[in-house]
């Protein structure tokens, strides 16, 4: 929202420059995001005379002006098309300064030059030179009646101002007008404030004879006023309404709507100028239809208005959708004659709704919206009719058609003192915090030592409770002078939560295991995710910002996938990430909401090269058993890794199960997902459920020295000779299971097929370290343990221990 | 003796190692035990006893002469023949650096922010990232016809239709896991909350459809709003330095009543700017009502602020999209 201080300084008294009471604004809660200078006040620039336009005799689009400045007259040249003698125009005389700066930022100084051999003492200027509007299309022409070297300030009225942008925040539609703006910078300085509609509804006849309104909809519309110029002449408003106009960026139409938008951006009331001739049977009807309307809007767009929605009616037909833009059909043209200015209240929720479902928010609907005065409307009218009269010529009709069916009165609220101090930890007294109230035109009685009763006025609909007081008392007084306290009472705090020990584990285990954290997106594309899931288990947003984020992912794979192809697209060789993160899908038990599974996983994976070829090393890619060992370790580290079973997948996948469940999976990516995520190097994944780990009760683990024995471990080497159907895996879970806890370490050392072993065979080579932690170990200790593992090997799974 | 001992050395100095032999012989000839010098320390007995003590000192001498110009000979022999070393055992060669792993640069900020928080005495929790209508909105004092609650801004996992009240969404804000941590929990309650949050933005330089946040929450009774500043203030000044310079000035939440943000000076004195790095309140009195906590009794405050923004900050990186490109080149500038 623009606010112009130049506008803001007509109800208030104040020497603040612009910047510090930009600084104010901000603190009181209008913040001011931007100040910026607008116009000028055109130092060097007069109003000039032309007295005679001829041919530059070097140049065809050129013309030599003679230019009567007053007291000199000066010879210049001029492109624009539509200069011609007699005109009144804006000069800027030598020396002068441009106020709009150039493309490169500077801003042009006028000299005495030659012009294609002519020389040229000055500038006819066009309004977009002037900065006073976007015409570029030729020279500005001024009011003939203008004094011929004037000085253009006051020619045009204008001056330089400041203008502010502020953010306002949803709770202040009171702070959405100049007035309001106002109100809040006397508040902080103590001053008194200028308020023009600070006064009693004036006690006027009636309109009844030229204007009959009738509100069907009183829920939606609370009051509906409206006043009557006659004999109005349309035209160009003064200068000094336009400049206020354009310095908060809005475009001046004609004298009648520039009005409305005047009062509007002053006080923050809405209205809407009928064509008074258009409106069928002198009547105004609010309602709503139950049914789809078409409507023909100002902005001359044929809009579909949705049934309940609220309309403006004449004896006839809609004429305006309400609070949010009037119809063509009872527009004010230039040949109107007379003016209904309307006024009203209506629901904040009805203007909201309407506005929404048009996708049209206008300077009107966004103060309906947020809540505008309920007890402002007759007041504005009042206003904006005397000003219209003044500007058009009008007439003003005497009286008001006022219809108030629902009546707002002043809300009032309780302070209590000790608890506003309690609240912001200050120690004001309940007189100052009556004086700031007093200064934001809340009224104050005393009720009892500590607290007052205040009466809201009506253009504050965000007060409602105790507390929004004490932030109008703490906003006021500043809260950077709240005293800060020197110590704070100490809260014992709790021990982390085993779930947070645990992701900081994690974090570590894997950044110590040589993997770089990545951070993926938590939506993907439905054909991403296809690679992974199905409709029926996965979850979508309804409402996707784009078509590459509609699906909420399941796995963690995806965005690692993505990650890859953007690295190796970019000609990377080597990659190790990890990344923790959650995953979502639909579930019959939920996690957290029903209906919604949403897990804490990581994932851990590798692509490409363990070495790019070098002078040490032939080049060497990844495989499955470096990402294995990685992960191992990582369980080994997260203190789970002896209670974890394996098994294969039916697609061969590696499944890690804690407790009968599978909480990691080792996964080669296959050449169909390589393909559809366009990888071209060997590349392996690890997922990893955290959750399930955590819920397990494996999230801590406490570390226990476990005494180094002193005795030697004994090493025995055992080949055997299996189907080729039986896997490691297979063959190592029963010796560990055989052997015991002497068992200190299980290795493959060789894996051989070959013709001497037969069809279908293969052999798989162990070293097994046994350790006893109170005798040195003999063959005699272990030779009995090797040889139940090999019944047990031949027995299960037909393994023969070769010699 | 005196006499002999002067002769030796000059001998000793006299005697030139140039290679493995003649460095043998030096050791056999000084050194070895039958060599001249331990001969020469035979023959004490023969000295008489006022003079032992001079000679002694001598002897001594002439030995640590001989031992240094072996062990001087030696070193450089052996660095004439490490140049003759194979070519691929040169220390010199180039290697690569060995891979890093390293955190994310959002973890790094979350974690530093965490330590400052934990040194304050905050616990931490989570929640989860698909939250429904009552904690997301409802409990945290939205309005139903609140902008937030509109397709336009917020991702719809399901919509009813039937006054929100089924609604689920891709979390907005880490806030509802306030809203979880008082319904589960008695006060005092002092904890933050990082997670990741969405919001229905297009993908551009400044904006993304997930970021991250951290929020605070502290319920107690006779919690005030001094108190909020000072801890805001604390977390400042460990987090951009003792002198930061800094302000608050008035906002708006739905679910804290005062709202604040707090603007940080960023840049030098003459060209810098105010950048807002959180925002904040004392939790409004329906939240508490909404939690079954009664607001005449309990007062509290409530912060958040965003992860990614603090992160670019930080760092210096002008496009939110790099924090989740993944970028190796990007990545490995945040070790350490």
Redesign the interface.
Known sequence: MKISYSWLKKYIETDLSPEEAAEKLTLTGLEVEDVETFGSDFDGFVVGNVLKVMDHPYADQLKLCKVDIGKKELQIVCGADNVAPGQKVPVAKIGATLPIPMDDGSKMKIRKMKIRGESSEGMICSESELGLSDDHSGIMVLDENLQTGLPLNKALDVSEDTVFEIGLTPNRPDASCHIGVARDLAAVEEIQIQNPYDKDEPDSGDLSKWIDINIEDTTQCHRYAAKIVQNVTVGESPNWLKNRLRAIGLRPINNVVDVTNFVLHEIGQPLHAFNYEKLAKQKIVVKSFDKDLEFETLDEVKRKVPAGTLFICDGEKPVAIAGVMGGVNSEVTENADTILIESAYFNPSSIRKSSKSLGLQTDSSYRFERGIDPNLARRACERAAALMAELTGGKLLDGCSDIHPVKTDPKKIRLRVRRLNQLLGTSLDIDFAAKVLHNLEIKTTTAGTDELECTIPTFRPDLTREVDLIEEVGRIYDYNNIPRPKTAPFISPKPLSSWEKMHSRVHRIATRLMYKEISTNSLLSGKEEDSFSDEKTRLRTLNPVSQEATTLRTTLLGGFLKALNYNLNRNAKQLRFYETGHVYRKSSNGTWIDGVEEHSKLLMGLCGYRFTENWKNRAQYFTIFDLKSDLESFFEQMGIQPYLTTQVSENGELNYLLENTVIATLTRISDSLAGAFDIELPAFAAEVDLTLIHQAGYAVREITYKKISRYPAFEYDAAYTVDQTVSAGQLSDFIRQTAGEKLEKLEVFDVYEGKNLGKGKKSIAFRLTFLDRNKTLTINDVEPIVQKITRVLNSKLGAKLRS | MIEEIKNLRKEIAGTEITNEETLEAFRLKFLSRKGLIQTMFARMSEVPQEERASVGKAMNEVKQQAEDKFRKGKDSLTQATATQLRA?DDIT?P??P???????P??QTVNEMKDIF?RL????????????DFHNFTALNFPP?H?AR???DT?????SGKENAED?V?RTHTSPVQIRLMKETTP?I?SIIPG?V?R????TAKSY??FNQMEGL?V?E?V????L???L?MFAKMMYGEHVKY??????FPFT?????MDVWWGSDFDGQWLEILGAG?V??NVFKAVDLDPEKY?GYAFGMGVDRIAMLRYGIDDIRI???????F??QFTG
């Open positions: 691929t060669l290697v690569a060995a891979y890093a792993g390293s955190l994310h959002l973890t934990f005495g905050f616990d931490v929790a989570y929640g989860p990232e698909i939250e429904d016809d902008p509109d397709m336009q991702f719809f996992v399901q919509k689920l891709m005092p002092r990741r969405f229905n933005e297009a993908v459809f997930q502290f107690d006779k005030t709003m001094g108190e500043i000072e801890t203030v302000r608050v000035r008035p906002s708006f009543e005062p709202s604040i943000e004392m409004d009195p007062t924090l989740y490109e993944n970028d190796i080149r990545l490995n």
